[in-house]
C-alpha cells in the first residue's frame, strides 16, 4: 500500500458502520483501517454524543475551573497519583521531558454499575459538590463516549481480522477516563520557562482517544514526512485516534501519532483553552503482547510482552503523575 501524506484527516460517518449495509460496513473497516495505518487520527461524525450533552460539559467544566486554586484543590488527591479529581497546574509533563505542560485537568473514571470485582482496582470518582450538575453531566457524556469507543473497537476489530467482539469484554469496566482540559490563560509569558508549552509532543497511552471539539486552535498532529499538521475537531465531529497500547497491540500496524498542543501567538496567551479527551483503555489484566497475525518476517515483533495495567503504571511514572 503506498502511504498517503493527508494534508487533512480523513472524514467518516460512524453510521455506515452501525446502520449500514454489508457494502457500506466493508467501505468504512477498510477507510479506518488505512487512515490508522497512515496517520493514526480520523474525524467521525454520527457518534452517540449530542451537541448539547457536549455544550452541557463545556459549561460546567469552565464553572469549574473558573473558581480560585485553593478551592480547586480541595479536588486534588495526592494519594491517587491524578486517577480521579483534580489535577493542579504543571504537575504533567510529556515523556522525556521534565518541564510541565501549562494546563490543568480534571480526572472522571469507571463508575461500575455490577458486582465486577473489578471495582476494587478502582479509586471511586472524586466530584465537585460546589457544581452539582457536574456529575450527572460528566457521566452521561462519559457513557455515550464509550459507546462510540466501543463501536470503533469493533471496526478495528474487523480491520484486523479478528472476531468482531474481540475487545468488547477486554474493554467492559475498562480503566477509562475523561479528562477535561484548561490550558490557562497566560498573562506574563516571560514568566514560564522558555520551554513550556501546553501540551508537548507525545503519543497517548491507552488503545484509543476520543476528543470533543476544542474551544480553540493549537492541536497539531506529526506526518510521517516530519509535517506537523492542524487538527480542528468541528462541532459535529470527533477526532479519534489510535493509542500506544493499540499501537503495541497491532506491533506498529496501526499508528499511534505523536501530536501535540502548542502555544497560541504571544498576543493570544492570555486567552484559554478548553479540551475534553476520552482516552478508552482496556481492562487492566489485558495482555498487549503483538497479535499473532501482525508479527511476521517482514515485522518482528517489536516490544516485549506487558499487561495493559503494567504498562499503564510505567508511563504514569514517566509523565510525572505516580513516584
Partial sequence: MTEALFD???????????????????????????????????????????????????R???????????????????HLAGQRGYVSKGKEHAKGRNTGDLKEFYHIGQEVMDNDPIQAEYPYNIWPEIIPDFKPISLEVYRRLEQTGMEMLKAISLYLHLPEDYFLSRVKNG??????????????????????????????????????????????????????ISITALPNQLVINVGDMLERLTNGKLKSTIHRVVN????????????????????????????????????????????????????????????
Avoid at 61 to 78: G, H, N, R
Avoid at 211 to 227: I, T
Fill in 8 to 58: 487533512e484527516i480523513p472524514s467518516l460517518d460512524l453510521d455506515d458502520f452501525v446502520k449500514g449495509n454489508e457494502k457500506e460496513r466493508s467501505k468504512f473497516v477498510r477507510d479506518l483501517g488505512e487512515a490508522y495505518q497512515q496517520i493514526g487520527f480520523v474525524a467521525i461524525r454520527n457518534h452517540y454524543l449530542t451537541d448539547q450533552l457536549s455544550s452541557d460539559l463545556y
Fill in 60 to 78: 460546567v467544566v469552565k464553572s469549574f475551573f473558573d473558581l480560585d486554586d485553593a478551592t480547586k484543590q480541595q479536588y486534588e488527591i495526592p
Fill in 175 to 228: 480503566n477509562s477516563i475523561l479528562r477535561p482540559i484548561h490550558y490557562f490563560p497566560i498573562e506574563n509569558p516571560e514568566t514560564i520557562p522558555s520551554d513550556a508549552v501546553r501540551a508537548a509532543e507525545h503519543g497517548d497511552i491507552n488503545l484509543i482517544t476520543l476528543l470533543m471539539g476544542a474551544s480553540a486552535d493549537g492541536l497539531q498532529v506529526l506526518r510521517r514526512d516530519g509535517k506537523w
Fill in 264 to 323: 497560541p501567538p504571544a498576543h493570544l496567551m492570555n486567552t484559554p483553552r478548553y479540551s475534553i479527551p476520552f482516552f478508552m483503555h482496556p481492562r487492566s489484566e489485558m495482555s498487549l503482547a503483538a497479535l499473532p497475525n501482525c508479527v511476521d518476517e517482514e515485522n518482528p515483533k517489536k516490544w516485549e510482552d506487558i499487561s495493559a495495567g503494567d504498562f499503564l503504571n510505567q508511563r504514569l511514572k514517566e509523565i510525572g503523575l505516580k513516584k
